[in-house]
Nanobody
Framework: VQLQASGGGLVQAGGSLRLSCAASGRTFSAYPVGWFRQAPGKEREFVAASNWGGTSTIYADSVKGRFTISRDNAKNTVYLQMNSLKPEDTAVYYC????????????????????WGQGTLVTVSS
């Protein structure tokens, strides 16, 4: 599976962006997926994740209520809708996917993912 993230850019605080992650591979629809981010000088951190069907999602506390993860398996694409953006949301955002289902709580861990996209930069100005 190859993942291609896009949709990043520069936005003012309070604004919105939608990130996309396009995947290759016929079995992508069976894979749990996640979004992570890495700010300069910081470790990569969990943002949001979804099971294969999009019926179970989990979020980091810092984005809960502002970000929404969704997926369109017919298009092999995962989205991250980001609203009410804050300067502290500035980071490179990565999408990831794993083979095989696990409990949602485990999708917060980077080590649980088998495939990673190249990242897309989101910059939120104050």
């Amino acid at each position: 599976v190859q993942l291609q993230a896009s949709g990043g850019g520069l936005v003012q605080a309070g604004g919105s962006l939608r990130l996309s992650c396009a995947a290759s591979g016929r079995t992508f629809s069976a894979y749990p997926v996640g979004w992570f981010r890495q700010a300069p000088g910081k470790e990569r951190e969990f943002v949001a994740a979804s099971n294969w069907g999009g019926t179970s999602t989990i979020y980091a506390d810092s984005v809960k209520g502002r970000f929404t993860i969704s997926r369109d398996n017919a298009k092999n694409t995962v989205y991250l809708q980001m609203n009410s953006l804050k300067p502290e949301d500035t980071a490179v955002y990565y999408c990831a996917a794993r083979q095989g289902a696990i409990a949602s709580i485990h999708l917060k861990q980077k080590v649980e993912y088998d495939y990673w996209g190249q990242g897309t930069l989101v910059t939120v100005s104050s």
